[in-house]
């Protein structure tokens, strides 16, 4: 029989193994938890976290093991040329975007150029920790701060461009960028920094491009001095081509400079400001596009003797076809009435009733307004008709009456000034100056009517009919 000291160890043992289990269990739903998305929107290929009217481009997911797992999920890895814009729509707010954060690209790989917009004030710590594939790094005018480590390690990056607004650079921030070739700078007096700031870098193979004047400036800064000191007019365009939606769009575009520049392109792109002499955010905005076909300008940016083009392409409208009245009615006697059609496109007017006259040439473009003739309606009814407008797959249909026509009987009692006709089953008198007098075949007095300015109408059997009015006669047949 086992002794009662190994009956307790056996159970002890059962119950460290359940303490065990749950632990994991426990550690496992944390895992799981952390790595749901941290994100409240994405627009592009960029994910966003609110906060009021600002809002921190963030990874899509958080990470709990740094080495194993990623901040993001297949197929949403940044990669080739990124803009972190100004600004950024979603639910019809706009938010202005002020951070980066932490981590958000680290160990990117393929990531190779990154235009940072003209609201962001912060980089966040390894922000751009490791991406290796990174040449290029152009940083927006309102850039306060870049903090620790947020372009270490980032081997192939050669070319840095650093706003006049950075007060901050943290501790090793660009280090270990062992490939890069120049650093472009806008201070007229430099920032004081850490000395491991560029760490790992031969600064003195290493060109730093500084404002015309400036040279003594950074001879007297610490590490600054170390570089290849080197100075220059700065002209830099953030971009070369800006892609915008049919339904009108605004962008920005980066001009980072210490000398006078202008910009021109075609009047519906509008520049804000279209000129300076010093780096700012131009805003290019583009109203509606008219057209079912892509519109294409190009920016032209001039300082002195250099100059840089940006193309715009604002995608195309779908086609659009509106008419209006949707009804015509025209008297007996015809006539013409007008349609405006609104379109941005090509469009056809066709009908198949013959009594009605439509423009020629019946295709056209654009807004036009038409005319539409019916010819005069030889019955004694009414009739209707239809005119098709089409574009396309877009048929917009008006539909097309006209009032009866007068009889071949109709009569002018001359002496009275009365015009007297008849249609089914309807006798019509205009403009009586005198009383009436309606008699049927066997004399009989059927109606009188008053005198009056306008027309008179009253519903007869069929027949034949004798008309006074004062010393003026005359007959009419109501069919």
């Keep these: 029989m086992p002794k009662i000291h190994e009956r307790v160890g056996r159970i002890k043992t059962i119950y460290d193994m359940k303490q065990t289990l749950l632990i994991l269990a426990t550690l496992f739903g944390i895992a799981v938890a952390e790595a749901q998305n941290v994100y409240d929107f994405k627009e592009g290929k960029l994910f966003y976290k609110i906060s009021g009217q600002e809002v921190t481009v963030v990874s899509q997911l958080n990470r709990v093991d740094k080495k194993t797992q990623s901040y993001y999920s297949e197929g949403n890895v940044p990669m080739g040329e990124i803009t972190v814009p100004a600004s950024v729509s979603n639910a019809g707010k706009v938010y202005r975007v002020t951070k980066i954060d932490e981590y958000v690209f680290a160990e990117c790989k393929q990531l190779n150029s990154i235009v940072i917009g003209n609201n962001v004030t912060e980089i966040g710590k390894f922000a751009f920790l490791k991406c290796v594939g990174l040449n290029s790094v152009m940083i927006g005018s309102s850039v306060t701060a870049i903090r620790e480590k947020a372009f270490s390690q980032c081997e192939n990056l050669n070319r840095v461009t650093l706003p006049g607004s950075l007060r901050t650079l943290g501790e090793l921030a660009f280090s270990y960028c062992s490939n890069l070739k120049e650093c472009k700078v806008f201070w007229s007096v430099p920032p004081a920094i850490n000395s491991n700031v560029f760490e790992g870098i031969n600064k003195s193979v290493v060109t730093l491009a500084v404002p015309t004047f400036t040279t003594p400036n950074y001879k007297k800064a610490n590490v600054w001095r170390e570089f290849r000191i080197h100075e220059e007019d700065v002209f830099n365009i953030s971009t070369g081509s800006l892609n915008l939606k049919a339904e009108g769009e605004r962008k920005s575009i980066e001009v980072q400079t210490n000398v006078r520049w202008q910009a021109s392109a075609d009047n519906w792109l509008k520049l804000t400001p279209a000129s300076g002499n010093a780096s700012v955010s131009m805003k290019v905005e583009a109203g509606k596009n008219p057209s079912t076909k892509e519109r294409t300008t190009t920016i032209t940016f001039t300082a002195g003797t250099s100059t840089h083009r940006v193309t715009v392409r604002q995608a195309a409208s779908e086609p659009e076809l509106v008419v209006s009245p949707a009804k015509l009615t025209f008297a007996g006697e015809g006539g013409d009435k007008q349609l405006t059609i609104t379109s941005n496109t090509d469009w056809t007017v066709s009908s198949d009733d013959s009594w ?30 239809k005119l098709l407008i089409k574009s396309g797959s877009i048929v917009r249909e008006v539909a097309v009456t006209q009032e009866p026509g007068t009889s071949a009987l109709s009569i002018t009692l001359s002496e009275a000034g009365i015009r007297v006709w008849s249609t089914e089953g309807t006798l019509h008198i205009s403009d009586a100056a005198d009383v009436l007098q309606v008699y049927n075949i066997a004399g009989t007095r059927v109606a009188q009517l008053p005198a009056m300015t306008g027309k008179q109408s009253i519903e007869l059997p069929a027949g034949l009919y004798m008309l006074r009015s004062g010393k003026a006669a005359g007959k009419v047949v109501v069919k």
């Design 356 to 385: 009605l006259t439509l423009p020629n040439p019946a295709t056209d473009s654009g807004n036009k307004k038409i005319s539409i003739r019916a010819v005069k309606n030889p019955k004694a009814a009414a009739r209707a008709g």
